[in-house]
T-cell receptor, first 117, second 115 residues
Framework: AQSVSQHNHHVILSEAASLELGCNYS??????LFWYVQYPGQHLQLLLK??????LVKGIKGFEAEFIKSKFSFNLRKPSVQWSDTAEYFC???????????????FGSGTQLTVLP | NAGVMQNPRHLVRRRGQEARLRCSPM?????VYWYRQLPEEGLKFMVY????????ESGMPKERFSAEFPKEGPSILRIQQVVRGDSAAYFC?????????????FGPGTRLTVT
């Protein structure tokens, strides 16, 4: 079964610092990749997704992620974080297989980002 | 255009009681997924349903848990005879039937506390 690893459980940054959150997955086949964000007290929102094509994908609020197939990674980046980016970030994977389980997302354990003003 | 709706948002049950969690998918979405998030963990897939069909329940505990998505009305996740270990946030997601069906949209979750 596939798994997703987010190595940083809690990241603390000052405003304007650059951000990179790691995400690695274990699955040998083709995958769809997602980053979700959960702001305090709110539900999960899709930040960005990768299905195919350009491995550098841009999402909302200035976030981007790069899919490196050889490293099984999909790291999230933002050049300059803001206090409002304080949230929990989840990486998720969906393998492209034909059975019904192709729909389920496998999530990492999440990274709590705290941005200090 | 309402998003995924879940109710109740918070639910407290005593051990041994039943918990019923409801999920109304986004308009036009016919696929529903339930996930559970235990403290300090990521979301874990439980079950995937289409109208009147359970497609994949590989993540559901074998006992006490059941899910349905009737032709009319919301999807229901039912937990019978709850135990303390069932305390968690339960999230529902929905996706459209065809184009972009890999994109799942999440509801606000139901936080179940078992006392």
């Amino acid at each position: 079964a596939q798994s997703v690893s987010q190595h940083n459980h809690h990241v603390i940054l000052s405003e304007a610092a650059s951000l990179e959150l790691g995400c690695n997955y274990s699955y040998g086949g083709t995958v769809n990749l997602f980053w979700y964000v959960q702001y305090p007290g709110q539900h999960l929102q899709l930040l960005l997704k990768y299905f195919s094509g350009d491995p550098l994908v841009k999402g909302i609020k200035g976030f981007e992620a790069e899919f490196i197939k050889s490293k099984f990674s999909f790291n999230l980046r933002k050049p300059s974080v803001q206090w409002s980016d304080t949230a929990e970030y989840f990486c998720a994977v969906n393998p492209l297989i034909s059975s019904g389980s192709a729909r389920q997302l496998t999530f990492g354990s999440g990274t709590q980002l705290t941005v200090l003003p | 255009n309402a998003g995924v709706m879940q109710n109740p948002r918070h639910l407290v049950r005593r051990r041994g009681q039943e918990a019923r969690l409801r999920c109304s998918p986004m308009k036009g979405h016919s696929h529903v997924y339930w996930y559970r998030q235990l403290p300090e963990e990521g979301l874990k897939f439980m079950v995937y349903l289409q109208k009147e069909n359970i497609i994949d329940e590989s993540g559901m505990p074998k006992e006490r848990f059941s899910a349905e998505f009737p032709k009319e009305g919301p999807s229901i996740l039912r937990i019978q005879q709850v135990v303390r270990g069932d305390s968690a946030a339960y999230f529902c997601a929905s996706s459209p039937p065809r184009q972009n069906y890999y994109e799942q949209y999440f509801g606000p979750g139901t936080r179940l506390t078992v006392t």
